[in-house]
């Protein structure tokens, strides 16, 4: 799959944080396209969005723009650890639509990142022209949470690049069996940075430290009055095959209460599938083209 440059952003949030981006394509002023923006999950950051952002923005010549939030990624570490929440990274990801001038996009949010959306469709519903939730929806599963609680708060770390893909492969490869190795490899570039030759987990660890007070009692609220807020957008759902903390049965619910929404099955993927996999990525750029169809 071929793969372009990127342009990267600097910008500052409401509070004084300086954030980050990487856009892909033409500008949204320079583009009648719809732009997207790609929002990564609890801890992950821009990286991941990159083949999937190349691919868009040249197959389709589309503005395509990643998020790293704050404590992630070359976004700056908030001093404040309780500010690492939905609503304040909410508002990030609006304060970054209004540096790219951006006044509606297709937004494609992973897991948190969706969470992210849920929220964006009831301050600000003008923004979204369609959306993506890949792997995320108003019910999250506990399974699933204590998944991600046990392998972000896991102790033994890989101490050398040589051994980065094989530590990532032997924590995930059960739920992610169509990984080839070099997807494993990207995984990791994606999720660490270097220091001095040593790989590090690119975000403030902090963001991790609420998840170990999950336990499987833990009551976790819905997000179902949000949810039906979206019934005015178009909206695709990718599942990951192998999912723990989306269920069929939550995606079942969501169609029946948005009834134009499409849904795809990542095959051999778990949380959260990566979208620019055969499979994935296609289901992507059709949904995206049918919005643009419809404008």
């Known amino acids: ?11 500052r949030s409401s509070d004084g944080l300086t954030l980050y981006a990487r856009s892909y394509g033409p ?7 719809t732009p997207i923006i790609c929002l990564p999950g609890l801890t992950r950051n821009s990286r991941d969005f990159h083949q999937l952002a190349s691919f868009l923005s040249i197959s389709r010549d ?32 609006m304060t970054a639509c209004a540096h790219f001038a951006v006044e509606k996009a297709i937004f494609i949010g992973t897991s948190r990142g969706g969470l992210i959306l849920h929220h964006l469709i009831d301050s600000a519903p003008s923004l979204i022209a369609g959306v993506v939730l890949n792997d995320i929806g108003p019910v999250i599963e506990i399974e699933g949470l204590l998944a991600i ?12 690049w040589a051994t980065v893909a094989a530590y990532l492969r032997t924590l ?3 739920d992610f069996p169509a990984l080839s190795d070099a997807d494993w490899s990207d995984m990791a570039k994606a999720i660490y940075r270097d220091e001095d030759g040593v790989p590090v987990a690119d975000f403030d660890p902090a963001i991790a430290l609420p998840l170990r007070g999950l336990t499987p009692e833990t009551p976790l609220p819905d997000l179902w009055k949000s949810f039906d807020a979206l019934s005015q957008a178009p909206l695709l759902v990718v599942r990951g095959e192998h999912s723990r903390l989306l269920s069929e049965a939550t995606v079942r619910e969501m169609h029946r ?11 051999g993927q778990g949380h959260a599938p990566l979208l620019h996999l055969d ?3 296609e289901a992507v750029a059709a949904f995206i083209n049918g919005v643009a169809r419809a404008r």
């Open 1 to 11: 799959m071929s793969q372009c440059a990127f342009r990267e952003h600097h910008f």
């Open 27 to 33: 500008t949204p002023s320079a583009s009648a396209a």
């Open 62 to 93: 589309i503005p395509v723009i990643s998020l790293d939030y704050r404590g992630r990624g070359n976004a700056q570490r908030d001093a404040d650890k309780s500010r690492y929440t939905v609503a304040v990274e909410m508002a990030d990801v």
């Open 149 to 160: 609680r046990d392998y972000l708060n896991f102790k033994d770390a890989p101490t050398s």
């Open 172 to 174: 995930h490869s059960a």
């Open 257 to 267: 209460r948005h009834p134009g929404m499409t849904d795809f099955t990542a095959p």
């Open 279 to 281: 499979g994935p990525r």
